[in-house]
């Protein structure tokens, strides 16, 4: 998995944390995360969620529009969205 770069932006702990989460929604555990997926670990997770919420969530993290959200789509999406207030300029900017 090339995911160095998404995954060197976030601490360890939440590397972690993603990596739990995405194996509970990656149910047949082929390393992507359907539409079908999602469903049923909201389902078992007590957090069921309408069709059409799912579907929108799921073309936000599926960024190469294959159907399915893989490890690295799941992380780059997570790190977008959880904006640590600590988070520091890039050296590079
Ligand atoms: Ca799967
Ligand atoms: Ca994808």
Known sequence: MASDSVIGRLQPTQVIELTKAFMEFDINGNGFITFDEMKEALHRANM??????????????????DGMASFDEFMKFMANISNPSQCQNPPWK
């Open 48 to 65: 069921p969620r309408p069709d059409a919420e799912i579907h929108q969530v799921m073309s936000k993290i599926d960024f190469n529009r």
